[in-house]
């Protein structure tokens, strides 16, 4: 099924080699609000083990191979946690138009006409480099052939929550919502002893899927404790549909149906009232906030300062690049930060803190696996990144948070480590052949481009 | 008064070498929705002579330098229309405060104890740096010792608006609004024959400058025809503080002060009704939008979409980096982009080419330049800049335009033209000892640091 050139060019390393790193800064996001110098990471197989002090590292760990990242911060690695990770492919392929038009006239037909494998995979490599880029370690994906995405994945040794789609109506992937459910947790159960990859399930959202299916996605999520991704309240349009098909509010209808849980990635969530805000809050729902595709769709404002208020977890999703257009979590970050400002007339709300949290921490959170991500402490798995501090932008630096989250371009990001493997070396990478990867995108486009152009009105 | 140190490292060039520019596609704005292959730009001495086929520039001009580009984009140089360049030196010293705690405890009496002309001149340098980078061949400022600002803006071959700022209130640079104005006025007298300086009167605000020093400005503006640079509606505060100080609206206060008119630079303009928008366009007002300082300090939404439905030219500006943080003006249109679709809850709104209209030609316009600046057309002065396309987050690319707004980074900026000067090859400055001038940003930020990092409550 996958073009036999796709090469799987992960060398095989030693996998309990000792390694340190040691930065010029440490922010090991917890334990909180620090910010520590002349610190060392110990690094064993795929987890941290120590966070000691440098001298006793060096004393300690004299025959492990040492990381020396003066003038650099090392962080945790950031959580994407909404991606359609092949839409790469679209990137830029259709913009500023309306969400119908872009639907029926460029999106569909182009998915309709090249969707496939080859398609999920190369689009999947070209998202999985431009996030390591950025310093991403963890995608939470949903999207067409997940077990491509997966598998992609694997091979690029990125970590994935790989979401199982689910539809009431047949695309190239499956025919209707039974066989996306059983097609989805048959492939799943291939990644069982995959350490990168983990699953969820992947309604689209409660409009396109009926009371019987979503049913079954809340036995199914509470039966094998995986989280349910899914679009929520995304744009106004939706207030009004679920009153008029379901006679209640989208929120009332999805507690009815067993999915209002610490399980449910609910992402979007631009249309909220402070009724909802309680609701959201008992649930323990997790909201995944995407702004730049909340702004650039004109779909309204997450009001992420109030789901703060509330104790709400919130993380941050770049959504796909045909509609963001590029997957940098940072900059995705900065933005979410500046507009929490701006939609609550405060500037003191989701500060630089907060705001790396939702990068982290939170994101490990939503994912059910805060005991392994999104911090930098011993016995967590070693997913982190460095960022180089000498750029003009983050220059001078009073604070590295402040400069981090309101200052620091994603092209800073120098290291990046996936379960203990170094895969970005001063900005390299390791084991992915970006030549080959960025040619094939460009194939894509030029297929794309000469075969779907719409010359008149094409509704699918 | 300049530090001795300070090296002017601009090397004597042959003015009128002629050069050829010849990039993969070019956008050059006007004429208008325009992208060019196989084209050429020529280059003599400050001034773009010709864009013509690059077969007939290799035919015709076969002695000249030429730089070829395939793989970029070559496009006007970008021109940021609002900074207070110094403040760089100040970029993170205090986030996530309300706006009297920022200003009387932290800006303040900085300000207070270590604005002078070195201060002023190492702040600029790494402000200029930062700008070319990111392809800004032109800033309109706005701070204190602007002969300090002009001076560093030369030396470094930057072309820059320097506003000659104006207060009721005393500080480091006059004592009073006639010392401010008749001082700004005299060092101005300098640059008359500076070809990349011109001058603007800085008002700070409505409500920091009194009738009658106002209607000063508005007689120099309209006699020596230079624009009027002032805050004007920041923040809901405004709106009231007219009313109970002066009996009437900001607007209208201005209006009958003579300052209404085509030459007003009107940065932030959150605070905005439906007359206003007749008023400012029956007066040809320009607005300077500044969405990320907006945003940060919670003043308020510029409604960005009606002002261009009303053929209101608006143009750009980052703010000083001690309130964005950083002066990057390609990550400010993308925001400004995103942000206009949001307000308007309109996916259409502000398409990409209408935002990089606002990074090039509306800003020249504003300045009151578009015979000179803001496009890549035979006749005007040759500020351009040039991105590479093959970086991750651009590939794969169906439209140049959308690329640029939607997904580019500005360290893709590769090469920097002012003047017909080249500043900046493949991302590296020429002219500027980059090493140096961030050294000294350093030093002045453990100086800050160390002398008024508040411990207790400073109010100036």
Excluded at 275 to 294: K, M, Q, R, W
Excluded at 397 to 421: C, F, K, N, P
Aim: proline share 5%; with cysteine.
């Amino acid at each position: 099924m996958i073009n036999p050139d796709l090469r799987y060019n992960m060398p095989v390393e030693s996998p309990n080699r000792c390694c340190v790193v040691v930065p010029g800064l440490l922010v090991p996001v917890r334990p909180r609000v620090q910010v520590l110098e002349d610190m060392a990471v110990v690094i064993e197989g795929e987890k941290i083990t120590e966070v000691i002090p440098r001298s006793e590292a060096r004393r300690r760990h004299a025959d492990a191979d040492f990381v020396d990242l003066p003038g650099h911060v090392l962080l945790p690695g950031f959580i994407n946690m909404h991606t359609h990770s092949a839409m790469t492919l679209l990137r830029g392929y259709a913009d500023d138009l309306d969400l119908q038009t872009w639907l029926n006239r460029y999106i569909w037909p182009v998915e309709k006409k090249f969707i496939g494998p080859e398609f999920i995979n190369d689009g999947t490599d070209l998202a999985i480099a431009e996030m390591l880029r950025g310093g991403t370690t963890c995608f939470n994906d949903f999207y067409f052939f997940p077990e491509i995405t997966a598998k992609t994945a694997i091979r690029a040794g990125m970590r994935a929550s790989i979401g199982l789609p689910i539809l009431d109506f047949p695309t190239v992937w499956a025919g209707n919502a039974d066989e996306y459910l059983e097609k989805g947790l048959e492939v799943s159960a291939c990644w069982e002893d995959e350490p990168l990859i983990s699953i969820a399930l992947a309604p689209h959202s409660p409009y396109s899927v009926d009371d019987r299916t979503l049913t079954r996605v809340a036995d199914y999520s509470r039966s094998l404790d995986i989280p349910v991704h899914m679009h929520v309240l995304e744009s106004s349009w939706e207030v009004g549909e679920s009153q008029r098909s379901h006679g209640k509010p989208t929120l009332g209808r999805l507690a009815d149906l067993g999915l209002l849980n610490r399980r449910l990635l609910a992402v979007h969530m631009t249309q909220l009232d402070d009724v909802d805000l309680v609701t959201l809050s008992d649930a323990g729902v997790n909201v995944i906030h995407c702004p730049e595709s909340n702004l650039k769709l004109g779909n309204g404002f997450c009001p992420v300062s109030r789901l703060l208020d509330h104790n709400i977890n919130v993380s941050l999703g770049t959504d796909g690049a045909a509609s963001n257009n590029d997957l940098d979590l940072l900059a995705e970050c900065r933005i979410a930060t500046l507009l929490a400002k701006g939609v609550a007339s405060d500037p003191r709300v989701l500060n630089a803190f907060q705001a790396l949290e939702m990068l982290t921490i939170n994101a490990a959170k939503a994912l059910g696996r805060a005991s392994e991500l999104g911090s930098i402490e011993a016995g967590k798995l070693a997913d982190m990144c460095a960022l180089r501090l000498d750029a003009l932008c983050t220059t001078p630096m009073y604070d590295v948070v402040s400069q981090l989250i309101y200052s620091a371009a994603s092209r800073q990001v120098s290291h990046v480590w996936v379960s203990g493997r170094l895969l970005l070396e001063d900005g390299e990478f390791l084991h992915m052949d970006i030549a080959h990867i960025t040619d094939r995108a460009r194939r894509w486009a030029s297929r794309i481009s000469s075969g779907t152009r719409p010359t008149g009105v094409q509704v699918l």
